[in-house]
């Protein structure tokens, strides 16, 4: 199983893999996946677009959820490796965090 998790909808090069998620809400989606390397190429076009439904996929609106595990899974945070787990507690911030967004620039007057 697979769990990953965002609060925006885009992976990576527009791959909408978090469809639930909302950049401006209050939850983030977590989706916990048990599907093979081989269903994932049947269902490349679904899964890029955000319409891949499945009951080998558990989808989660949360504020806070702890993943928990028997064996140390790996850890990825942003494509870069973060370490192993065997609990890993969540939760959205108090304050949102501001950064830049090249693909919406604000518009001067």
């Known amino acids: ?5 965002s609060t925006i909808p885009f992976w990576g090069f527009g791959a ?4 639930l998620a909302n950049p401006r809400g209050d939850k983030f989606h977590l989706r ?3 599907i093979d390397s081989l ?3 049947r269902n490349l076009r679904g899964i890029w677009n955000g ?3 499945s009951r080998d996929v558990a989808e989660f609106m949360v ?3 702890v993943l928990e595990f028997e064996k140390p899974v790996p850890l990825e945070v942003a494509g870069d490796a973060a370490g192993s787990f065997t609990r890993l507690p969540l939760a959205l911030h ?5 950064v830049v967004d090249f693909f919406h620039p604000v518009k001067h007057a």
């Open 1 to 5: 199983i697979r769990d990953s998790f």
């Open 16 to 19: 909408k893999v978090f469809p």
């Open 32 to 34: 916990a996946v048990n």
């Open 39 to 41: 269903a994932v190429a």
């Open 51 to 53: 319409t891949y439904r």
């Open 63 to 65: 504020e806070r959820v």
């Open 94 to 98: 108090d304050e949102p965090v501001r």
